[in-house]
């Protein structure tokens, strides 16, 4: 069975076929989060393993190449993510490892990858590949590299080992080394058209699906992954907040917001911000509908030079919202520097 795509993908995977005549050492697909890049690059991986690719490029799905693929375990490919990304982190004790230590692991399961991770990955690139085809690395996200790692990788990539291909996802090009974004191929997988993206979430059975892909700025799967959860509870959280901007309400809910992730909470602070400034220059509400009557009576009495200030420094915050000193401060000085732009 070969790894599955989305329909949105479709021109983009036509695109790729063109670069398999003179197949670059490393791509990097690049895009917002939530469209389905790691999943891209994994199909690609899969056809470019496969034994008996299909016209179109995509793999066979039948070979026994793709079939160690689907079971995890091809000899010529190896997967680099964040601990944090694996469905479980990994216990020294092996599965016999009782829950309660697996629970505590996962929740100190790194978010970067490490320098550990990119050196495993010698070994790999100096033996024979198994089938006398080629080496896939796939590595996602990159901008999770610690500047280690980072490092490590670039030195990789700046003397390439002969056979083996490096397939790199990132949500952002401006968090990456600009060594490393010179010594790869980059390739843009766009956002799918919102009436696209819809007719997907319908299809998967989601309830309010224009409301929950609003609000995860027209990324299906974010949305898809909200709406499982059923709650708007952290987003809300944050709107009420952003609605009636003062001192009391942003170090009141600093704490509790703080178990958010700190990158989502950024984002949905910008997708906030666009809409109070699109609805300024012209009545249109792109991500929060439900919040009409707040961000119109917001836009009517913020100043445009102190939301584009606003808009700038929440901009800026993003590049830091992975790596916090501490996750409560964080959110309090975003409250609190909003406050002072936007407060009454």
Not at 22 to 45: M, N, S, V, Y
Not at 124 to 131: D, E, G, V
């Amino acid at each position: 069975m070969a790894v599955s795509m989305y329909p949105w993908q479709e021109d983009a995977w036509t695109r790729l076929q063109a670069m398999r005549v003179r197949l670059p050492h490393a791509i990097l697909f690049h895009g917002p989060a939530g469209i389905g890049k790691a999943d891209f690059i994994e199909a690609f991986a899969q056809a470019l393993l496969c034994e008996n690719m299909r016209p179109d490029g995509h793999a066979c799905g039948t070979c026994a190449s793709c079939g160690w693929f689907v079971q995890g375990n091809h000899p010529d490919y190896r997967r680099v993510r964040p601990e944090a990304m694996e469905d479980e982190a990994p216990s020294a004790e092996g599965d016999e490892a009782p829950a309660e230590e697996k629970k505590a692991k996962s929740k100190t399961a790194s978010k970067e990858i490490k320098i550990e991770q990119v050196r495993a990955l010698a070994d790999f690139m100096n033996i024979s590949t198994h089938r006398q085809g080629l080496r896939v690395v796939v590595l996602y996200p990159a901008e999770a590299l610690n500047m280690p790692a980072s490092n490590a990788l670039l030195k990789t990539l700046e003397e390439p080992p002969p056979g083996t291909v490096f397939l790199l996802a990132s949500n952002g090009l401006d968090r990456l080394l600009p060594t490393i974004l010179s010594r790869c191929r980059k390739f843009a997988l766009p956002m799918p058209d919102h009436g696209q993206a819809l007719a997907w979430l319908d299809a998967q059975g989601v309830a309010d699906a224009d409301g929950w892909l609003r609000e995860q700025g027209g990324a299906p799967l974010a949305a898809l992954a909200q709406a499982e959860t059923g709650s708007r509870e952290e987003l809300d959280g944050l709107l009420q907040v952003l609605a009636q901007p003062s001192v009391d309400a942003a170090l009141r809910s600093a704490d509790k917001l703080s178990k958010a992730p700190l990158a989502a909470l950024v984002a949905w602070q910008q997708r906030w911000l666009y809409d109070v400034f699109s609805y300024k220059l012209s009545g249109v509400i792109r991500y929060y509908p439900r919040y009409q009557r707040e961000l119109a009576a917001l836009a009517g009495r913020v100043h445009v030079a102190q939301l584009m200030q606003a808009i700038k420094s929440t901009n800026e915050r993003r590049a830091v919202a992975d790596h916090p000193l501490s996750p409560k401060l964080f959110v309090e000085d975003m409250l609190l520097d909003y406050t002072a732009r936007c407060g009454l």
